[in-house]
């Protein structure tokens, strides 16, 4: 799997946008870029995932560089509840998987 | 809709007793099950996964087990519990034919070797 790399930590104000940034240069051209989430002391949630074109859930937005080098995860309107450490991955987009997370990025939302 | 289920939500344990945990879906069936153990302030290790009844892979070497008795049902177990045991424990499951592949977690079981 291609490494990422994310910023350690990151603030936003509730009710604003937090754009969450993540490189990973070494990806090859059938890995996917995949965000899940920790909230302290939960299981990790799967957010959302993409291969090249931009994506939108009920959660979040994915946008992807043309050269998939970087992307960036965004909530459109943070609250709260969105506090917690978000992870980056790439992988192949096969039936197994074994998911490798990094140190991801602290997201904290303040009043 | 699909739901994880797994229990304890909290374990303390002593060095040297056994561990049984335990994991159920709901909702799906056929699924790949993982194992994972996440200690303190550090990233996701795999432990086990399985992609069918009684089949188990193990990733890395260790003083667990897991099986699987039932098509969704996944059990990690210890017969002598070490200190480096503690950590939390989550399962996860994966649709074998989803397009995203993307993988559903359990809340997780908080384990305490003392």
């Known amino acids: 799997d291609a490494k990422t790399t994310q910023p350690t930590s990151m603030d936003c104000a509730e009710g604003r946008a937090a754009n969450l940034p993540c490189n990973h240069s070494?990806?090859?051209?059938?890995?996917?870029v995949y965000w899940y989430r920790q909230i302290h002391s939960q299981g990790p949630q799967y957010i959302i995932h993409?291969?090249?074109n931009n994506e939108t859930n009920e959660m979040a937005s994915l946008i992807i560089t043309e050269d998939r080098k970087s992307s960036t995860l965004i909530l459109p309107h943070a609250t709260l509840r969105d506090t917690a450490v978000y992870y980056c991955?790439?992988?192949?987009?096969?039936?197994?998987?074994?998911?490798?997370f990094g140190t991801g990025t602290r997201l904290l939302v303040s009043p | 809709s699909q739901t994880i289920h797994q229990w304890p939500a909290t374990l303390v344990q002593p060095v040297g007793s056994p561990l049984s945990l335990e994991c159920t879906v709901e909702g799906t069936s056929n699924p790949n099950l993982y194992w994972y153990r996440q200690a303190a302030g550090r990233g996701l290790q795999l432990l086990f996964y399985?992609?069918?009844?009684?089949?188990i892979s193990s990733e890395v070497p260790q003083n667990l087990s897991a099986s699987r008795p039932q098509d969704r049902q996944f059990i990690l177990s210890s017969k002598k519990l070490l200190l480096s045991d503690s950590g939390f424990y989550l399962c996860a499951w994966s649709a074998k034919l989803a397009k995203g592949n993307e993988q559903f977690f359990g809340p997780g079981t908080r384990l305490t070797v003392l």
């Open positions: 070494t990806i090859s051209g059938n890995e996917y």
């Open positions: 399985s992609v069918g009844i009684g089949q």
């Open positions: 993409g291969l090249k």
């Open positions: 991955i790439v992988r192949l987009n096969t039936g197994f998987q074994k998911l490798v």
